[in-house]
């Protein structure tokens, strides 16, 4: 069995969602859809998602909703006319969004504008419900409330309550036909609607994959296959380069230095469960995408991306006799601990300490303060952070014990021009991490891209 996730843009207008039951009645194994609301449908429009968060603010401030209102609605309105849905929907989901408005006041604001978000994916997925009996094919709306989807911590950013997969799984037990399963939110405990971050839809399919051991969870999207490079750095890669199959390992180093197609967090309950994650394309379901999975054959001395991330900078220390100096690293690691930084990498010489860490999180107040601590408690000969570093991962299972991996990379920067500010490699060997200005990101990305695929 499938699950299979459809995104904002797959949905948007009638034109996508006839693309999408097509997808789903092209393969009987497609058993549960789960959908976001519908998208953009030009570069210009706005998501539904958006939509009701300005319908939401609207109604918290007191102001007339009544465009915000109809604004919501005709999106829905001109997909069921596109598709001669009828007008039975489009009543059904007015008046689910004015039940919604009238909680507006028993409410707090977290919770309403939840309740708001979450009208997106609820009624689309009754829309997409009944887009399926209008081709004559039998498919059910399920709602989390019913299969147990229970969500904890904050509104707007929670996350699962683990106990949910056993109901899950016993709610799709023994079901026929195909579920319409909206995205992106579930309940809490005591009843209340609660989201998970933005673009959660992907998360939902992902719980329901792992929920039901799925055979494979699909993610349609908008992208053939995941690139092996950020193809706005290299303009030249193509589509019939795109990774086929890449480990979890694999993805989630690249997706850490920001490979954009999806949120690894997102995927979590799907890799913990091992079910395979496949990325596909709504627009050309022909494509086999990219397959991501616990392992595979891999060629040694392949790489399967590079990946590339700014906004770093490097905590330097420098202490004569550094390595003879018993809890050292810790004391350091802890006056960031005790500020709440987390770090990056760690690259280290003798009597020198690199600390690499989001710039994001040492803003320069923070850098003072942290800075002022060290000396005061380290006694460094030299304390320093240096900002606007770009970080490089070159990422392939197939690296393991190849000599020569680095060297490569290396000497494709050095052909370049290009100087690395530090190096970074575990011994898992799966990847390693150069550091450069950010200056010379693009024309590191591009070499190592050559040097590598070519
Ligand atoms: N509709 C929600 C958003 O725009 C969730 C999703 O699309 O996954 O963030």
Redesign the pocket.
């Known amino acids: 069995m499938k699950v299979c996730k459809f995104?904002?843009s797959s949905l948007a207008d009638a034109g996508q969602l006839n693309k999408v039951l097509d997808i789903v009645l092209a393969d009987p194994a497609r058993r549960i859809v789960v959908v976001?609301?519908p998208g953009k449908r030009n570069p210009g429009d706005t998501?539904v998602?958006d939509l009701l968060i300005a319908l939401a603010l609207a109604a918290t401030e007191g102001r007339n909703t009544d465009r915000e209102f109809g604004e919501v609605v005709e999106r829905y309105a001109s997909i069921a006319a596109d598709l001669k849905l009828g007008e039975d929907i489009v009543r059904q989901i007015e008046a689910d969004l004015k039940g919604r408005l009238a909680k507006a006041g028993e409410l707090s604001a977290e919770e309403f504008m939840d309740l708001m978000k979450a009208a997106?994916?609820d009624n689309n997925a009754k829309l997409v419900a009944v887009a399926f009996a209008a081709r004559g094919k039998k498919a059910r709306y399920a709602s989390p409330k019913d299969t147990g989807m229970i969500l904890k911590g904050s509104f707007g950013d929670a996350t699962l309550d683990p106990d949910s997969y056993a109901t899950l799984s016993r709610a799709f037990s023994n079901f026929e036909g195909i579920v319409v399963y909206p995205?992106?939110f579930g309940y809490t405990r005591d009843g209340k609607v609660a989201t998970f971050p933005?673009?959660?839809?992907?998360i939902t399919g992902s719980i329901l994959a792992a929920a039901i051991c799925a055979d494979v969870y699909e993610n349609f999207t908008d992208v053939d296959s995941v690139y092996p490079v950020d193809p706005r750095i290299v303009p030249s890669v193509r589509d019939g380069e795109g990774i086929a199959t890449m480990t979890y390992r694999e993805m989630r180093e690249l997706a850490y230095a920001g490979f954009g197609v999806f949120n690894d967090d997102a995927v979590i309950p799907a890799v913990r469960a091992r079910i395979p994650i496949n990325i596909r394309n709504t627009n050309h379901p022909g494509e086999p995408g990219t397959m991501i999975q616990q392992s595979r054959r891999v060629i040694p001395g392949t790489v399967v991306g590079v990946a590339s991330a700014d906004g770093f900078c490097n905590i330097v220390v420098e202490k004569y006799l550094m390595n003879r100096e018993i809890g050292f690293g810790r004391r350091l690691l802890q006056i960031l601990e005790s500020e709440g930084i987390s770090y990056e990498h760690m690259p280290s010489g003798v009597d020198s300490q690199c600390i690499v860490v989001k710039e994001q999180y040492l803003p320069k107040e923070v850098e003072r303060r942290v800075v002022q601590t060290i000396k005061r408690e380290l006694e460094p000969d030299y304390v320093t952070v240096e900002r606007d570093f770009s970080i490089l991962m070159i990422v392939g299972e197939g690296m393991c014990y190849t000599p020569g991996m680095l060297a490569k990379a290396c000497l494709a920067l050095a052909s370049s021009g290009i100087s690395m500010s530090m190096v970074n490699q575990g011994s898992s060997e799966v990847s390693f991490m150069i550091a450069v200005r950010r200056q010379d990101r693009d024309g590191a990305v591009n070499a190592l891209y050559k040097a590598f695929f070519s």
Do not use: Q
Not at 198 to 202: A, E, K, L, N
């Open positions: 995104g904002g976001s609301a998501k998602t997106g994916e995205g992106f933005r673009g959660g839809s992907d």
